[in-house]
C-alpha cells in the first residue's frame, strides 16, 4: 500500500544535508509523481484566497472596543467610568434592581456577553482599549449564574458579567456588570461601572440602582440566615427559612417570662409609630440566657411567628463571623431582627487579623452605632452568660433586657409532660412520682422521656410480658412505659446523653 512521508532537513541518505526538506511516496514511485498539476494549482489558489479573505473579516469582526465606540462615538476610550461595589449576598438583588431601572419608560439596551473574565481582572475602560493579547475578554455568550430568591427553592438568573449598551432620553450609556475576581469570607461581590458623555449622568445612574436593588431586595420581610455554603465557590451566601409558627401554648416558660420578652421585642415594633412620636429610641437588645435545652431557642421561634413581615438575619455556628454584613441587611430593611445563637462563642473568637478584638466587641460596636431611631432588635441566645458578663458590662445599654431561661419548675414539668404526649393518650397512675424524679432535667429531656415512653408503648416492650403491639389510634402511654423510659434515661450508662440533653445528675 502506497503512502505520502516527509524526510525533514538535515539528514539525506546518511549524510548531512542543508537543504529543506521532501515530500517522497511510498511503493516505488518517483519523484515525477508530486509535479504540480492544473488541479493542484487551482486548490492552492482556492487555499490562498480563503486566508486572504479570513484575514480580512478577522479585521472587521465586532468586538468590545469597536461595540463601545459605535455606541458611545470615538472618545469612548477617554470618557470617565464610575463604579461601585456589592457584596456577594446583594448579587441577586442588584440583577433584580438593574432590570427593574432598564425597564422603564423610555430606556432601552442591549445585553453583550463576555468570554475570558474568569481569573482576570479588568475595568469598563479596559474593554475600550485595544486588545493586549489573544487571551484579553470577547465577546460570546452571556455567562449566568441562578441565585435564591426567596423559600421553597425560588432563583432568579444573574449576570456573571456582561455589557449593557443602553439608550435612554439623555443619552447613551454602558454598564458593567462583573463578578469581582477577589474571593472574600462571603463570596465574590458583584461590580457595576458606568460611562458615558455625562459623568453626573454616570453617577446618577449608580445612585438609581442603589435604589432599585434596594425597593426589590428579595430579603425584605423574609427569615434569612448565613450559611456553611457562604464559603464555598460560586454559592450564594444568603440561604432563606420558613418563618416559624409556634402556638403560644408550645412554650412552657415560668409565669411572666413570655410576657417580659415579648414587650421588648414585638411591642416595640407594633407601636414604633407612638415611640418615635414620644422621642424614644426603638433598637434594643435582648439576652436569652440557661442551660442548654431549656427553650431559648424554642423561643426565639415563637417570636419570629409573631414578627410577620419583619426582616430577620440569623447567625449561628461559623458563620457568626458575617455580622458586620447581617447589622447592615437589617439597617437597611428595618422594622428588622438579628438573632445571634450562642453568643458565648464569640467572646473570645477574634477577628482574621492580629490585633483585632473578640467579634463580641464588633457586634456591641454594630449595636452602638445604629441610630436612635432605627427599628432593630437584637436578639442573643447563649448557655454561657458568665463569659459575656464581662464585655456586656464594660459597654452598657447594648443589651437592654436580659431573660433567664431557667429548667423547669414541677408545674412546668407537668406542662410539658403532657404537651409532649402528642396524640398518645397517658394513663398513668401516679404522675406526681414522675414530676420529682425529673426534678433538674430540661425541656428537652422530658420531649425525649415521651418519645422513648410512645415507641415502647408501640413495640409492647414495655416490660418482659408486654402486650401485642397497639395501633396508632388505640396508643396508651402507661406507668410501665413512662417508668421504663425514665429508667432508661437515668441509667448511670446514659450519664453523657443526659448531658447532651442539657440536664443534670440531680434527677434520681
Not at 481582572?121 to 455568550?141: E, H, K, N, V
Not at 428588622?336 to 473570645?348: F, G, K, M, Q, T
Request: glycine content about 10%.
Amino acid at each position: 500500500m502506497a503512502w505520502v512521508g516527509y524526510e525533514p532537513p538535515g539528514r539525506r541518505n546518511g549524510r548531512s544535508d542543508t537543504s529543506s526538506g521532501r515530500l517522497y511516496r511510498s511503493g516505488g514511485v518517483g519523484e515525477e509523481a508530486l509535479r504540480p498539476e492544473v488541479a493542484d494549482l487551482s486548490r492552492l489558489v482556492q487555499r490562498l484566497i480563503r486566508r486572504t479573505v479570513e484575514a480580512a473579516r478577522v479585521d472587521e469582526a465586532p468586538t468590545l472596543r469597536r461595540l463601545l465606540a459605535e455606541h458611545l462615538g470615538r472618545e469612548a476610550s477617554s470618557l470617565p467610568v464610575v463604579g461601585a461595589n456589592w457584596p456577594a449576598y446583594d448579587h441577586v438583588n442588584v440583577q433584580i434592581g438593574l432590570e427593574n431601572w432598564l425597564g422603564e419608560a423610555g430606556r432601552s439596551h442591549v445585553l453583550v456577553g463576555i468570554t475570558g473574565f474568569e481569573h482576570r481582572r479588568f475595568t469598563l475602560a479596559d474593554l475600550a482599549q485595544p486588545a493586549r493579547d489573544q487571551f484579553s475578554p470577547g465577546i460570546g455568550s452571556v455567562s449566568m449564574v441562578s441565585l435564591e430568591s426567596g423559600p421553597d427553592g425560588a432563583t432568579h438568573p444573574a449576570v456573571r458579567c456582561a455589557l449593557y449598551l443602553v439608550d435612554e432620553s439623555g443619552g447613551q450609556l454602558a454598564l458593567l456588570v462583573n463578578q469581582v475576581q477577589d474571593h472574600g469570607p462571603t463570596g465574590q461581590p458583584i461590580s457595576v461601572e458606568v460611562t458615558g458623555p455625562d459623568p453626573e449622568r454616570s453617577s446618577a445612574v449608580l445612585d438609581e440602582l442603589r435604589q432599585a436593588a434596594l425597593a426589590h431586595n428579595v430579603f425584605r420581610g423574609q427569615v434569612v440566615s448565613f450559611g456553611s455554603e457562604m464559603f464555598g465557590p460560586a454559592q450564594t451566601p444568603i440561604r432563606f427559612q420558613h418563618r416559624p409558627l409556634l402556638s403560644r401554648q408550645a412554650l412552657v416558660l415560668p409565669p411572666g417570662t413570655l410576657e417580659m420578652i415579648e414587650r421588648h421585642v414585638v411591642d416595640i415594633t407594633n407601636q414604633r409609630e407612638k415611640l418615635l412620636a414620644a422621642g424614644q429610641h426603638l433598637k434594643r437588645g435582648v439576652l436569652l440566657h440557661g442551660p442548654p435545652g431549656t427553650g431559648k431557642t424554642h423561643t426565639v421561634r415563637y417570636l419570629l411567628g409573631r414578627l410577620e413581615g419583619v426582616t430577620v438575619v440569623v447567625l449561628s455556628g461559623q458563620a457568626l463571623g458575617a455580622i458586620s454584613s447581617a447589622c447592615s441587611i437589617a439597617r437597611s430593611l428595618q422594622p428588622s431582627v438579628v438573632v445571634v445563637e450562642d453568643v458565648d462563642l464569640i467572646a473570645e473568637h477574634r477577628g482574621m487579623h492580629p490585633g483585632q478584638h473578640p467579634l463580641l466587641f464588633g457586634l456591641l460596636n454594630e449595636m452602638d452605632g445604629l441610630g436612635e431611631d432605627v427599628d432593630v432588635a437584637f436578639v442573643l441566645t447563649t448557655n454561657r452568660a458568665d463569659l459575656l458578663e464581662p464585655a456586656l458590662a464594660a459597654r452598657p445599654g447594648r443589651v437592654d433586657q436580659a431573660v433567664e431561661i431557667p429548667p423547669p419548675d414541677a408545674a412546668g414539668r407537668r406542662r410539658l409532660i403532657e404537651l409532649y404526649k402528642g396524640n398518645a393518650t397517658l394513663e398513668v397512675a401516679d404522675l406526681s412520682r414522675v414530676i420529682e424524679r425529673t426534678d433538674g432535667v430540661t425541656a428537652s429531656f422530658l420531649k425525649e422521656l415521651l418519645r422513648r415512653a410512645v415507641l415502647l408503648a408501640a413495640d409492647g416492650t414495655g416490660n418482659a410480658d408486654g402486650p401485642a403491639a397497639p395501633t396508632a389510634s388505640s396508643l396508651v402511654v402507661s406507668d410501665i412505659e413512662l417508668d421504663a423510659a425514665l429508667n432508661q434515661l437515668l441509667d448511670s450508662r446514659n450519664r453523657l446523653t443526659r448531658a447532651l440533653l442539657g440536664s443534670t445528675d440531680e434527677a434520681s
